[in-house]
């Protein structure tokens, strides 16, 4: 079986590794590839298949977004932010084979990158458009789903920081409702990551 059809849990383990550890994307796909149970090969010589346009259109699409990724890393160490946002920004424009899971997944986590760089530079409606943006799309519940609610979470409590300082009641009033919002929008991250877990855990 080819990389891009490798169950959602060894896909999104390899993409979550490749961007936590630093591992290029090419080996992981590659050393996932390699444990396809033996099919299409013939005595260690792998036979070319059509699918094999695909699992290289795949490789190269996450190569760019990582590669992406990293310059955003470049640029938020020498806190050069909008540089950084634009990186990001860039990762949301790789296309990807059409049906390719990986897609979604690549997607959401750039969204909540591109949340946090938002917020930390004040322009905290235009984060929440980003993390809605990813919410609406998404077709199935993952870890990235789960993370980009959590950062949702951290979205509205920037949102009802902001409005700390004000003496008015009616911004008090709508710091506490965004407060609130933010423990549904953690306490629905813990949800969908127990539910995971518990779908993992029963498929051992």
Sequence with gaps: MKSWRLSHRARGAAWALALVLGVTLATVAGACSSNDGG???TDGVRITEPEDAIDEELMLAL????NFHQIAQVYMSDDKLAEATRAVRQILEVPFPAGAPEAEDVRLDARALLAKLLVRQGQLEAAMT???DGLAGK???SFFVANLYTVRG????AQAAA???SSQPADQARAAELRKQAILALEQSNTIAEALQQRLMGAR
Aim: net charge positive; aromatic share 0%; proline share 0%.
């Design 163 to 165: 409005l700390d300082g």
């Design 130 to 132: 980003a993390i809605d």
């Design 139 to 141: 077709t199935r519940d």
């Design 154 to 157: 951290e979205v509205l409590r």
């Design 39 to 41: 099919g299409g090969r």
């Design 63 to 66: 190569v760019r977004a990582k």
